[in-house]
């Protein structure tokens, strides 16, 4: 075990630069052909492999794309769901599995929460286990 930091102040400005960025950040589904380097790619998906998962069991695959007609037929099948989804595919068990936080909230019932977001500072005394991510090559796979 070992223990955490609990002093935010040393990293109040990454956290302030990281905000900078996500402000700027922007969905598109219109991109360019220049291909991102795969050596980024791979950076960013071993960053989403560090995230805490139940038991440390990892339960991801992260699947890095290339090869263009893969890419079209994923765009175009992605946005079949999203006209389904929208459309009213939505179960309705989704968001019920989340309905008991709007009393606890207190929250007006025209309002649905759909995520939780759990943060806080760790105590002084705060102990963590020492564990270990699985490798890249255990959470990604590249289509050429």
Known sequence: ??????????ALPRFV???GAMRR??????????????????TCIAAAGT????????PWRFVAVADAQ?????????EEEEQAFYGGRAPDEWLEALAPLNEVL?????????LLLVTGYPSP?????????KPLSD???FVE
Do not use: C, W
């Not at 075990?1 to 040393?10: E, L, V």
């Not at 950040?25 to 360019?32: I, K, N, S």
């Not at 207190?106 to 759909?114: A, I, K, L, V």
């Open 125 to 133: 005394d705060a102990m963590v286990p020492r564990i270990t991510k």
């Open 70 to 78: 893969t890419k079209k037929a994923i765009r175009a099948a992605a």
């Open 51 to 58: 995230a805490p998962s139940g038991a440390n069991h990892q």
């Open 25 to 42: 950040r922007r969905t598109v589904r219109d991109v360019a052909s220049r291909p991102v380097p795969r050596d980024i790619i791979e």
């Open 106 to 114: 207190g929250r007006p019932e025209n309002e649905r929460p759909f």
């Open 17 to 19: 630069d990281y905000l």
């Open 139 to 141: 959470i990604a796979a």
């Open 1 to 10: 075990m070992t223990r955490t930091g609990s002093d935010a102040a040393p």
